[in-house]
């Protein structure tokens, strides 16, 4: 499967922003999703995921009650619905589907895209 992250710009703090990832190659259905992101000289940090029929999604404590991951497996696209922006959700956000083990591990993850970057402004 391969995966095209888009929805990434500038946007001020408090705006918001709608990240999608769009896979082709095979259903997104068959996948367990998630969104990552990377600040300069930092590591890839685990965001969100959501599983095969959506259910309850995960979330890193850092975006939990202001971003929002959601899927359409009819369009293959997985969401990441991003409220109340902060200068330090600056990053460059992936999308990747799980393969097994921790889901906060990136090492968990496979079939990333190229990355969106997210700029936020104070």
């Known amino acids: 499967v391969q995966l095209q992250a888009s929805g990434g710009g500038l946007v001020q703090a408090g705006g918001c922003l709608r990240l999608s990832c769009a896979a082709s190659g095979r259903p997104l259905s068959s996948y367990g999703m998630g969104w990552f992101r990377q600040a300069p000289g930092r590591e890839r940090d685990f965001v969100a995921a959501?599983?095969?029929?959506?259910?309850?999604?995960y979330y890193a404590e850092s975006v939990k009650g202001r971003f929002v991951i959601s899927r359409d497996n009819a369009k293959s696209t997985v969401y990441l619905q991003m409220n109340n922006l902060e200068p330090e959700d600056t990053a460059v956000y992936y999308c990747?589907?799980?393969?097994?083990?921790?889901?906060?591990?990136?090492?968990?993850?496979?079939?990333w895209g190229q990355g969106t970057l997210v700029t936020v402004s104070s």
């Open positions: 959501i599983w095969l029929s959506g259910g309850t999604p």
């Open positions: 990747a589907t799980h393969r097994s083990g921790l889901i906060a591990a990136p090492a968990s993850w496979v079939n």
